[in-house]
């Protein structure tokens, strides 16, 4: 059973960093995508950013394109969020999420086709 940890989420002011990770264990060699999406208070999840597992291809939602950047580790077992410059509406609980078929550029935003999610970190940017 494959399981999603995250962790780094915080209190920080507006214009601070903050870096989240995901730990996934109990993976088979199956993942082709981990993503990052977030959910603010009375709004839906919405995709943030994610990253191939094989060819490091990057997705970023354009809010928040040249302020974050997903990464993974070379053991493939943790994926990272380094959020910068991070503004008030950054708010929210963030997900990692974790896919085991292929996406292509419009799936890869879609919560529907993720197949492992974590249970959350929150993030709160003060203004």
């Known amino acids: 059973q494959v399981q999603l940890v995250e962790s780094g989420g915080g209190l920080v002011q507006a214009g601070g960093s903050l870096r989240l990770s995901c730990a996934a264990s109990g993976r088979t060699f199956s993942t082709y995508v981990m993503g990052w999406f977030r959910q603010a208070p009375g709004k839906e999840r919405e995709f943030v950013a994610a990253?191939?597992?094989?060819?490091?291809?990057?997705y970023y939602a354009d809010s928040v394109k040249g302020r974050f950047t997903i990464s993974r580790d070379n053991t493939g077992s943790t994926v990272y969020l380094q959020m910068n410059s991070l503004k008030p509406e950054d708010t929210a609980v963030y997900y990692c999420?974790?896919?085991?078929?292929?996406?292509?550029?419009?799936?890869?935003?879609?919560?529907?086709?993720?197949?492992?999610w974590g249970q959350g970190t929150q993030v709160t940017v003060s203004s």
């Open positions: 999420a974790e896919a085991i078929k292929p996406l292509n550029f419009r799936t890869v935003t879609d919560t529907g086709t993720y197949d492992y």
């Open positions: 990253v191939t597992w094989r060819g490091g291809f990057t």
